[in-house]
């Protein structure tokens, strides 16, 4: 079975902080993804790596970033940390192979940032 | 550019009844693949099923069911004699080439309660 793993479930977050929120999975997978979730809004991308070192933004990189050094490894950050990226974070990864490939997705962080 | 319409918002069964989520799609695309996923309380995504554009047999799954009509441009899920375990957040996606083809796009998702 596919295992993707967010560091963390819950976090409290300060604005103006710097915030990291990390994914792991277990599988190999070359593609990884950020999405962040919003009611009424759906998931929306937020950055996505085709592999290690490579990123691509996604339909709102606003005030994130993100580091792939490691093929298990995504990371998302957050520069400096505002009350409208209060959201669900949601990790997903999958196998090269494009558009007949699924998409794995971890539990989610919840963000809170005060 | 892809769009996916979940115009439910919340249903609301009581257990044993069979229950239909909406999923209308827009693509340019002639080659494109659609999902379901379930999100629990717990917050994961759970892939349930997935799609391609040439292939419009219904499946069935137990007792979830899924008819794909691409004249309508509907994905639509059926849970038949429904139970108080299926209560979840249903997202439908479409994923094309549009964007380079790693962008699904997301529904609004229909929130699922089944009471007993």
């Known amino acids: 079975d596919v295992k993707v793993t967010q560091s963390s479930r819950y976090l409290v977050k300060r604005t103006g902080e710097k915030v990291f929120l990390e994914c792991v999975q277990d599988m190999d997978h070359e593609n990884m993804f950020w999405y962040r979730q919003d009611p009424g809004l759906g998931l929306r991308l937020i950055y996505f790596s085709y592999d290690v070192k490579m990123k691509e933004k996604g339909d709102i990189p606003e005030g994130y970033s993100v580091s792939r050094e490691k093929k298990e490894r995504f990371s998302l950050i957050l520069e400096s940390a505002s009350t409208n990226q209060t959201s669900m974070y949601l990790c997903a990864s999958r196998k090269w192979g494009g558009l007949q490939e699924t998409q794995y997705f971890g539990p989610g962080t919840r963000l809170l940032v005060l | 550019a892809q769009k996916v319409t979940q115009a439910q918002t919340e249903i609301s069964v009581v257990e044993k009844e069979d229950v239909t989520l909406d999923c209308v799609y827009e693509t340019r695309d002639t080659t494109y693949y659609l999902f379901w996923y379930k999100q629990p309380p717990s917050g994961e995504l759970v892939f349930l099923i997935r799609?391609?554009?040439?292939?419009?047999q219904n499946e069935i799954s137990g007792r979830y069911s899924w008819n794909f009509q691409k004249s309508t441009s509907s994905f639509n899920f059926t849970i038949t004699a429904s139970q108080v375990v299926d209560s979840a957040v249903y997202f439908c996606a479409l994923e094309g080439f549009t964007g380079g083809g790693n962008k699904l796009t997301f529904g609004t998702g229909t929130q699922l309660k089944v009471e007993l």
């Open positions: 799609r391609n554009s040439f292939d419009e």
